[in-house]
C-alpha cells in the first residue's frame, strides 16, 4: 500500500503527521513521494501512525524476521555521517 493511502486509511492528514514526526508538512509530502528511503525513516512514519513495521526475508528453506531497531539505528548513524 502506497503511503499517502495508508496515512488516508488511519484518517491522519500530512499537517497532524509532521507533527508527530517533528518535521514540516512539506517534508512529509517528500518523503509520501520517495521511491527508496531509509528503513529509520520508513519506521518512524508507521509507528508516527500507530503501527509497527515488520520486516521479512524469504528465503526457500524459510521466513527470517529481520530485527529492525538494529538496523532502523544503523540506518540512523549512517544518516547522521553524511550531513
Not at 527470517?64 to 531497531?69: K, N, R
Amino acid at each position: 500500500m502506497p503511503l499517502p493511502k495508508m496515512r488516508k486509511a488511519r484518517a491522519v492528514s500530512q499537517q497532524v503527521l509532521a507533527k508527530k514526526l517533528a518535521v514540516g508538512q512539506p517534508a512529509v509530502a517528500k518523503l509520501e513521494q520517495r521511491p527508496d528511503m531509509y528503513v529509520s525513516n520508513l519506521c518512524r512514519y508507521v509507528r508516527a501512525l500507530g503501527g509497527e513495521l515488520e520486516i521479512n526475508a524469504r528465503f526457500p528453506e524459510g521466513t527470517v524476521a529481520i530485527e529492525l531497531d538494529e538496523d532502523a539505528k544503523a540506518d540512523k548513524r549512517r544518516s547522521a555521517r553524511t550531513r
